[in-house]
Nanobody, 123 residues
Framework: QVQLVESGGGLVQAGGSLSLSCAAS????????MGWYRQAPGKQRELVAS???????NYVDSVKGRFTISRDNAKNTVYLQMNSLKPEDTAVYYC?????????????????WGQGTQVTVSS
């Protein structure tokens, strides 16, 4: 019903910047909270940042002041600008969206995930 396609990521040196984007498509009625999670090897997936439809943002403490989340509601797209990257930011980053989607009588709210994109920060 909803597909999330991520782009961006890659390899960067410590102190550098990267940007991620994630576009939602499909039989969408509305996309509510969107966010970015990350999972490093051997660790649990954690919320990095989220943003509500009206723009309220939330960040994990470790990225405050360095990462900025934003969204374009018209494009159902969420962005993550990552500055001053550190080696500990290395992880697979996943886009997440809470959306109402479906066709005909099969409309429901759901939680959707992107395929993940690797971010590697070298020291």
């Amino acid at each position: 019903q909803v597909q999330l396609v991520e782009s961006g990521g890659g390899l960067v040196q410590a102190g550098g910047s990267l940007s991620l984007s994630c576009a939602a498509s499909g039989s969408i009625f509305s996309v509510n909270t969107m966010g970015w999670y990350r999972q490093a090897p051997g660790k649990q997936r954690e919320l990095v940042a989220s943003i509500t439809r009206d723009g309220r943002q939330n960040y994990v403490d470790s990225v405050k002041g360095r990462f900025t989340i934003s969204r374009d509601n018209a494009k159902n797209t969420v962005y993550l600008q990552m500055n001053s990257l550190k080696p500990e930011d290395t992880a697979v980053y996943y886009c997440n969206a809470h959306a109402v989607a479906g066709t005909g009588p099969f409309v429901s709210a759901g939680d959707y995930w992107g395929q993940g994109t690797q971010v590697t920060v070298s020291s």
